[in-house]
């Protein structure tokens, strides 16, 4: 569980900051796609780690059982 909350993380943090500097360099509507492009792959990259923290979670046996 750790390593998905850390590789989640770094996802994010590398999708931002590219997204935030294509944004700021190419400026004007273009550069508005790139931030709303960036913000619906960070919505994307959040979804998906929760989905897989939930499988993990419900494979383990839901609550009151430590994680495998």
Known sequence: MGSRILVTWIELTVVGITGGILGATVGGPPGFV???TTT???VGIIFYNV???VKAWLRS????RPPR
Do not use: A, Q
């Not at 046996?61 to 009151?64: E, I, L, Q, T």
């Open 34 to 36: 790139i931030y709303l």
């Open 40 to 42: 619906l792959l960070t």
């Open 51 to 53: 989905n897989e923290l």
């Open 61 to 64: 046996g839901g609550p009151g």
